[in-house]
């Protein structure tokens, strides 16, 4: 059984008119599905249709369907979507978090072994 992978181009049948590839681009590239298919039906008249109607359909045939489980929640789905996009920014954006994670980390590990956190311990046990 494989896992699912947030980073891999998929078919989504559910949302898209033939196959779901034009739909299945759209959702991978973060833009809207219209503009996809516009694309795909200029540059088939342009470069030829018989070239791109047998290139949809073997691509249609080659992708996994979306899976439904495929991220936990909207959060999830948008941070995927934006590392696709640019994922030299989704690297120094995780940096920073875990720079600010790190820094809050510092700081309750430093208020967690002074004297100030024992002095106040010890008050609120008198209290109680």
């Known amino acids: 059984m494989t896992r699912n992978s947030a980073t ?3 078919k989504n049948p559910r949302d898209g008119m033939f196959m779901g ?3 299945g681009l759209a959702d991978y ?4 599905v219209t503009a996809v298919r516009l694309l795909i039906v200029f540059g088939a008249i342009f470069t030829g249709i018989g070239v791109f109607v047998i290139g949809y359909i073997i ?18 789905e948008t941070f995927w979507r934006e590392t696709r996009k640019a994922p030299e920014y989704s690297a120094a ?4 978090r875990f720079r600010d994670i790190e820094r ?3 700081e309750m590990e430093s208020y967690m072994t002074s004297k100030r956190f024992r ?8 209290e109680d």
Do not use: M
């Not at 045939?61 to 999830?76: H, I, Q, R, S, T």
């Not at 954006?93 to 920073?96: F, G, H, M, V």
């Open 8 to 10: 891999k181009l998929y």
């Open 21 to 23: 590839v034009c739909a």
């Open 29 to 32: 590239f973060g833009i809207n």
């Open 59 to 76: 691509t249609g045939f080659v992708l996994d369907p979306k899976p439904a489980d495929l991220y936990e929640d909207e959060e999830e």
């Open 93 to 96: 954006e995780l940096r920073r």
């Open 104 to 106: 809050r980390t510092t």
């Open 119 to 126: 002095l106040e311990r010890e008050l609120k046990a008198l």
